[in-house]
């Protein structure tokens, strides 16, 4: 009798600290993802879609306003800066094709 009482006592003994954790068995278990640091490679890409996005926003709307300076040519007025704008549409346009060719070739 007594053996019977220590095995009963021990194992409720046992199941106290069982209860007492916050495990919810109903509940699937999520894998924990650490978070994930960018490499130097993925950092690059994510700056090249940036600047090839700010690039041909520029390129827009120096098409824009480069296109109500022609009007203003037609009629015999060339605005100071059209040439500027011209030759900043020549650079804006090959970067965005250097970087649109780059982008598709890579792996």
Do not use: W
Request: glycine residues 2%; aromatic residues 2%; positive net charge.
């Amino acid at each position: 009798m007594r053996s019977f009482f220590c095995a009963v006592l021990g194992i409720s003994l046992l199941a106290v600290p069982l209860r007492s954790q916050n495990v919810n068995p109903n509940y699937p278990v999520q894998e924990i993802q650490a978070q994930k640091h960018p490499s130097a490679d993925d950092m690059r890409s994510r700056m090249s879609n940036l600047q090839l996005q700010k690039d041909a926003k520029e390129l827009a709307e120096l098409c824009a306003s480069v296109a109500s300076d022609m009007d203003g040519v037609k009629q015999g007025l060339l605005s100071k800066d059209v040439l500027e704008k011209l030759k900043r549409v020549e650079r804006l346009s090959k970067r965005v094709r250097e970087q649109l060719t780059r982008t598709s070739t890579a792996p």
